[in-house]
């Protein structure tokens, strides 16, 4: 049986409501799915670097390192027919811009590659990826990650996501760069302080921070 390796990255896990729509809907587009393991945990340097390792040396890779470590991720394994290809389709293209709206992504990301959760691209490189986080933390796949998820679901399903449509527009502004990039991370920040409760501005200034980063990488 087929399976894969689900992050939620720090722009989902922060915006609490979304990480809890993302597993929600993402149980409810593949019923058939078996999650394996649960860990919500920070990632180190070391772990970030070995799960991007594909993406070493180029231009952007400084940057997703970054932005892997801005905040807690979530991880699962799911185990079901073709489920590599599956989750990939429900998450939607890699570029929020260009995935399609009714995605994943397309709905909850902000800009760019700030694009809500990570799965594995094929199924070699997902069994590689879950050697790698079941050795490094805490994930587990050999105890069931249903009952995990359904709780993280049930604790933050009712917080509020209030913000993806006006911080787009704010991207779009710092795209022409009218005013410094301070001024963006403030109003950025500002209206993720609505999405992330359980956080301290400080954390939500270095997930802005890595919004108005991705942008960055395109000027
Ligand atoms: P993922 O690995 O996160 O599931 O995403 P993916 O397969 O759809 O895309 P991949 O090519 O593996 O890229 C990994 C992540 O790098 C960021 N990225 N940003 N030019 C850019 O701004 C750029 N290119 C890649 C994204 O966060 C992407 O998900
Ligand atoms: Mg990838």
Known sequence: MERTLLVLKPDATMRRGVGAAVLERILEA??????????????????A????????????????????????VVATVLEGNDIVRRLRA???????????PESLRGKYGLVGGVNVA?????????EKEIALWDKRTSLDIRSG???N??????????????????IRIICKEYAQSYSSR??????????????????????????????????????
């Open 182 to 219: 301070d001024h963006y991370e403030e109003q950025i920040t500002n209206l993720l302080i609505s999405e992330c409760p359980s956080w301290t501005r400080r954390e939500i200034q270095k997930l802005a921070d890595a919004v108005l980063g991705n942008m960055d990488l395109d000027k």
């Open 90 to 100: 429900v998450l939607g293209a890699t570029f929020v811009d260009k995935a399609d």
């Open 118 to 126: 990570h799965a594995s691209d094929e199924p070699g490189n997902a």
């Open 30 to 47: 593949l019923p058939d799915a078996r999650p394996l393991g649960f860990v919500e945990r920070s990632v180190p340097k070391s772990l």
């Open 49 to 72: 670097a070995q799960h991007y390792a594909i993406h070493k040396g180029k231009f952007f890779f400084p940057w997703l390192i970054q932005f892997i470590r801005v905040g807690k």
């Open 145 to 147: 990650g249903r009952d």
């Open 149 to 166: 998820l359904l709780a993280y679901i049930e604790k933050w399903r009712r917080a509020k996501i209030s913000a993806t449509q006006k």
